[in-house]
C-alpha cells in the first residue's frame, strides 16, 4: 500500500490521532502527516502511506490556504478558543483597520510563535513547557503571507479571513499581531486549511468515508508532484534501476524518475550518473 490521502480532519482532534486512525483503518504501519494542523483546526491534512512517507521533504514546505475568524476583545493564553483568558478590552477595531493591518503583514515577515505549539525549545516542545508554567522564549521564525483577503464581518467584534501563506505560519500569531497593530486583543476562533500544496478540501475525505473506501481512497504519489521534471529512463535500462546500477543521466536538480511508465522515486544527476534519493517504487521485483 502505498500513496497519499487528503483526509479531512475533524476540530478536536490531534494530527497524531488522525494519522493513527489512518493507520488503524488501512491496517499499515508506515503512515505520517505532511505538516501538522493545530487539534482546534480542521480541513485538509496530507497523510502519507508505506514508501509515500518518505515524501515528507518534498511536501511539507508547500503553500497553505487557511479560512480563519478572529474575535476581538480578549487574549487567551494559547491564542486560540481552546486556551484560559488572560486579557480583556473595550477596544474593538473596524474591519477596515483590522483588514488593513492584515494587509501590512503580505511578504515575508518575522513572526514568534504562540508559546503553546510544536516549536522545540532545549529539546522539549514549547506547548509541554508551557503547560507545566515554565517560561517559553521562542525565536521569530521568517515566514511568508501571499495574500489576506477579508471574507466577511459576522459580528461587530468578529472578522473572517482567507489566507494563504508559506508552510510555517501560524494563524494565531497574525490574529494576534493584527490585533497588535490595531491596539486590540484578539482570539482565534475557527480555523479550517483550505488547502495544501496541491490538495484541496473539495478533494478530501472524511475518516468516516475512509472507513468505507479503505485503500481505493488513496491517490498515487504522482498526484502531488506533478510540478517536478519528470525523467524517463529507457525501458533496457529496467533492471539497472531496479538493482540501483549506473546509469548515465543529463538533467539539473529533482526530477521524478520513470521507467516503464512507472514511478521508481525522486533523482538527481550526480557525476553524470543518476542516483535515487528517494525510493518510491512499491514492488522491488
Do not use: W
Not at 487574549?75 to 483568558?85: H, Y
Not at 474593538?92 to 518575522?110: D, F, H, Q, T
Not at 486549511?193 to 484541496?200: E, L, N, Q, V
Not at 512507472?262 to 533523482?267: C, H, N, P, T, V
Amino acid at each position: 500500500m502505498n500513496g497519499l490521502i487528503s483526509l479531512y480532519k475533524p476540530p478536536m482532534m490531534s494530527s497524531a490521532q488522525a494519522v493513527a486512525r489512518v493507520r488503524r483503518i488501512l491496517g499499515v504501519k508506515t503512515v505520517g502527516h505532511m505538516g501538522t494542523l493545530d487539534p482546534m483546526a480542521e480541513g485538509v491534512l496530507v497523510i502519507g502511506v508505506g514508501k509515500s512517507t518518505r515524501l515528507f521533504d518534498y511536501l511539507i514546505n508547500r503553500r497553505k490556504t487557511y479560512m480563519a475568524k478572529f474575535e476581538f476583545g480578549y487574549a487567551t493564553d494559547t491564542l486560540d478558543a481552546l486556551g484560559k483568558t488572560v486579557a480583556t478590552t473595550s477596544d474593538i477595531p473596524s474591519a477596515e483597520s483590522v483588514l488593513g493591518a492584515m494587509r501590512s503583514m503580505i511578504g515575508k515577515i518575522e513572526q514568534v510563535p504562540p508559546e503553546y505549539s510544536a516549536k522545540h525549545v532545549g529539546g522539549k516542545r514549547a506547548y509541554a513547557l508551557a503547560r507545566n508554567g515554565q517560561s517559553v522564549e521562542l525565536k521569530p521564525s521568517t515566514v511568508e503571507v501571499y495574500d489576506a483577503q477579508l471574507v466577511c464581518q459576522p459580528k461587530p467584534n468578529e472578522t473572517v479571513f482567507l489566507i494563504e501563506c508559506s508552510a510555517g505560519t501560524y494563524i494565531r500569531s497574525l490574529c494576534r499581531d493584527a490585533a497588535k497593530m490595531c491596539g486590540s486583543l484578539a482570539t482565534l476562533t475557527y480555523l479550517q486549511r483550505t488547502k495544501s500544496g496541491c490538495f484541496d478540501v473539495s478533494d478530501s475525505i472524511s475518516l468516516d468515508a475512509l472507513e468505507v473506501r479503505g485503500e481505493s481512497a488513496i491517490i498515487p504519489p504522482d498526484f502531488a508532484l506533478g510540478n517536478m521534471q519528470r525523467v524517463d529512463v529507457p525501458i533496457e535500462l529496467k533492471t539497472d534501476l531496479r538493482h540501483g546500477r549506473k546509469i548515465e543521466c543529463d538533467f539539473d536538480g529533482d526530477a521524478t524518475i520513470y521507467c516503464d511508465g512507472e514511478l521508481y522515486g525522486i533523482g538527481r544527476c550526480e557525476g553524470g550518473m543518476l542516483k535515487l534519493k528517494t525510493y518510491l517504487k512499491e514492488d522491488a521485483e
